[in-house]
């Protein structure tokens, strides 16, 4: 190899190096200066769904989990002045484009009254309509274990996306084992 080429392909990595360390540093800052924010609104995400899947609730306190299940990842008690209305569980099942980030209520009877995603990146158009209050709704009243259709179950998955109705429903099951333990 010529000198010269080795004096290029130095030159050439050494500037690639400087633009890599500015874009991460850029990429580091933002991060910095944006992550409460990003914190402040999924809390408040947060709290609007679980209101959403447990609307008689007047309080949610905050209960310690003892389960295994690790799709559990927060457990609320939901009280009004009449007392314990349920439980509401944040839950984080694995979905076709990573973690589905959602809230699901059940009562003291052990029934589903609600299922709200707080957050998830599924494809626009297909499991993204798990999003839609029509696909929810169908979770509402039901106990026991749940399962789509397709596994003989009476859950219908969404058109080209029961990889993300099967997550949905694996957490809505995670919380309805969770609301179990508190009985």
Known sequence: MKTGNVKYYAKLTIVLLV???VVAGLL????????????????QKTAAAMKAVMPEAETFTEI????DDPLVIGAYRAENASGTNGYVFRVVPMGFGGEIDMVVGVDATGKITGVSIVKMAETSGLGDNAKKES??????????TLAVTKDGGSIDALTGATVTSRAVTD???AALKAAKTFE
């Open 19 to 21: 633009i890599t360390a």
């Open 28 to 43: 580091g800052l933002v991060n910095a200066i944006t992550e409460d924010r990003i914190a402040e609104i999924t809390e």
């Open 64 to 67: 310690e989990y003892g389960g």
């Open 135 to 144: 696909y929810r709704n169908q979770y509402v009243g039901k106990s026991g």
């Open 171 to 173: 957490g809505v099951n």
